[in-house]
């Protein structure tokens, strides 16, 4: 299994530029999720997804969107790149309890993005 | 509001003393606590969850309810040891994570 696996590793956009950020895992987790890391503020949650079809907004998703078409991938699409958004973003999936328990989440390797 | 809080950017021990990770929370619920790990170059991992009530790598935390705290510890710290760590409070039943802002442990030599 290649795990939670995302793309491109490093980007450098100009402010008002498009992009997608991608994101797959093969462990056939219903759970997906969208992180961003900066100095000093830890993770926050941007958008998650408990099955395909199926999206909600996590603490910070202005300027974010995300689609979940099929159970393997959760792109993140930034609309019009802003300098604010230059971060490193994580991808991470879990399986999801059915009784509403928590299992743990697994993290991608992360996508270092810059925005001049 | 639900909130983590680490309030130590960075902590720098030498090797075989003992480590305390501060980590509190706020949150109305019954809480669900974790340590999440990031070492250099590799991704970030669970290291414990509180209901498992384990110690992994000879770490240990226990969740104190009445100081709302969450503190990760350590007898004797070990060089490998050096990462980021985060504490994170799972929110409802939708395995939403919050995070803190995290601690960098340096174990020096």
């Known amino acids: 299994n290649a795990g939670v696996t995302q793309t491109p590793k490093f980007q450098v956009l100009k402010t008002g530029q498009s992009m997608t950020l991608q994101c797959a895992q093969d462990?056939?987790?219903?759970?997906m999720s969208w992180y961003r890391q900066d100095p000093g503020m830890g993770l926050r949650l941007i958008h998650y997804?408990?099955?395909?079809?199926?999206?909600d907004q996590g603490e910070v998703p202005n300027g974010y969107n995300v689609s979940r078409s099929t159970t393997e991938d959760f792109p993140l699409r930034l609309l019009s790149a802003a300098p604010s958004q230059t971060s490193v973003y994580f991808c991470?999936?879990?399986?999801?309890?059915?009784?509403?328990?928590?299992?743990?989440?697994?993290f991608g390797p992360g996508t270092r993005l810059t925005v001049l | 509001a639900q909130r983590v809080t680490q309030p130590e950017k960075l902590l720098s021990v030498f090797k075989g003393a003992p480590v305390e990770l501060k980590c509190n929370y706020s949150?109305?619920?019954?809480?669900?606590l974790f340590w999440y790990v990031q070492y250099s170059r590799q991704r970030l991992q669970l290291l414990l969850r509180?209901?498992s009530r384990e110690s992994i790598k000879g770490f240990t935390a226990d969740l104190n309810k009445g100081e709302t705290s969450f503190h990760l510890k350590k007898p004797f710290a070990q060089e490998e040891d050096s990462a980021m760590y985060y504490c994170?409070?799972?929110?409802?039943?939708?395995?939403?994570?919050?995070f803190g802002t995290g601690t960098l442990l340096a174990v020096q030599p």
């Open positions: 994170a409070l799972i929110v409802g039943a939708t395995n939403k994570l919050i």
């Open positions: 462990m056939n987790h219903e759970y």
């Open positions: 949150y109305s619920g019954s809480p669900e």
């Open positions: 997804s408990v099955g395909a079809g199926i999206t």
């Open positions: 991470a999936s879990s399986t999801l309890d059915s009784s509403g328990g928590y299992n743990e989440q697994f």
């Open positions: 509180h209901i």
